[in-house]
């Protein structure tokens, strides 16, 4: 491992033990049952560790982390349910306010400073081609929302007639799930926004492998501790073998995701690889989280114990990016085409 490849891993670990001392699980699940996002101490805090800055250029103060960082910073977000509002803004505001400005938007550049600041908070609202609404996680107080639809990208403010936003009940509760519509001021974003799109793609797929793999060591600490029958659970068969099962399912996840950073580093990822993955990897995250409640027992579905914090995460990123069926068609149609076969959609 070269000097740089450990000084990396040292930044993820201590980002990682710095997580874990702000987000406590016993304060998530709180919020959680208030249905309440990260109040200000904590997402001052957070702002503080530098998220916001992660895929900002170096010239506008960011630290424009290369894509390996970036999925192995997304991944310790995911194993501490770091706030989901904090992906969007991490990942689409910021860069899509740092493009802005490159090109010369001026109101941009104090934006994206106020942003780095902790003066300004925002999120991000992925629209689905043709879509006109979706569900979008915003943090206390936001005033700007960067609207993602497909390729293109657009930064605007909540309090004009732009977009209209909605607070909603959602799956992952106390994350500040709201419903973003276009309103009748909304045009067409226009920004070029493919990597900032790609950026966020690679952090959602990082940030359900590290929920689902902080869940599979939760598991193995569980069952070489829990005894029934006069021996630790994790000596019966059906337990070990599911361990190994989340195992192996998690370790296709992290090699494939491992290709697909290398993959946009050399400027070689195609869609096939990035819709395949976007199936894959939800897919495996939920299987996982699925066999740490049932490793867990009777305790693994209470809320006390926490373990659908993880789910519900993973859950909601799966849906996110099209959800189990349409991920999988979507994946099949690519291929199929790209073997020259006739589809029906």
């Known amino acids: 491992m070269t000097t740089v490849e450990l000084e990396e891993l040292e930044l993820a670990r201590a980002m990682d033990a710095a997580l874990e001392g702000l987000l406590r699980i016993p304060s998530l699940l709180e919020a959680a049952a208030a249905d309440r996002p990260d109040d200000a101490d904590t997402g001052g805090s957070l702002l ?13 103060g960011g630290l424009e982390l290369p894509w390996h960082q970036v999925a192995r910073l997304a991944a310790v977000g995911g194993r501490r349910l770091l706030p989901s509002a904090m992906r969007g803004e991490a990942f689409v505001l910021a860069p899509a306010l740092a493009a802005l400005a490159q090109a010369g938007d001026s109101k941009s550049g104090e934006w994206l400073d106020s942003l780095l600041a902790g003066e300004v908070r925002g999120g991000a609202a992925v629209f689905a081609p043709g879509v006109d609404r979706c569900v979008a996680h915003l943090p206390p107080a936001a005033q700007l929302v960067a609207c993602l639809r497909g390729d293109r990208v657009a930064v605007l403010e909540l309090d004009g007639d732009a977009v209209d936003v909605e607070p909603v009940l959602g799956l992952d509760p106390g994350q500040g799930a709201s419903l973003v519509r276009f309103g009748p001021g909304a045009s067409d974003p226009r920004t070029p926004a493919a990597e900032i799109h790609r950026r966020w793609l690679v952090a959602s797929l990082a940030e359900a492998f590290g929920a689902a793999q902080r869940c599979l060591e939760l598991s193995c600490q569980y069952a070489t501790e829990r005894m029934q029958f006069g021996a630790k659970i994790v000596t019966f068969q059906a337990v070990s073998h599911r361990l190994a099962e989340m195992a192996v399912e998690l370790e296709a996840s992290d090699a494939g995701i491992g290709r697909l950073v290398a993959g946009l580093h050399q400027g070689e990822v195609g869609e096939q690889l990035l819709l395949a993955l976007s199936h894959s990897i939800p897919a495996a995250a939920r299987s996982v989280c699925e066999g740490a409640i049932q490793v867990h027992g009777g305790a693994g579905f ?19 990016l099209g959800g189990p069926s349409e991920s999988a068609r979507r994946a099949g149609v690519n291929y199929m085409a790209s073997m020259g076969a006739g589809t029906n959609d």
């Not at 659908?308 to 990123?317: A, D, E, G, M, N």
């Open 302 to 320: 209470t809320w006390e114990l926490g373990l659908h914090l993880y789910y519900r995460r993973v859950l909601t990123i799966q849906q996110e």
């Open 48 to 60: 503080g560790l530098g998220w916001s800055s992660i895929a900002v250029p170096d010239a506008l």
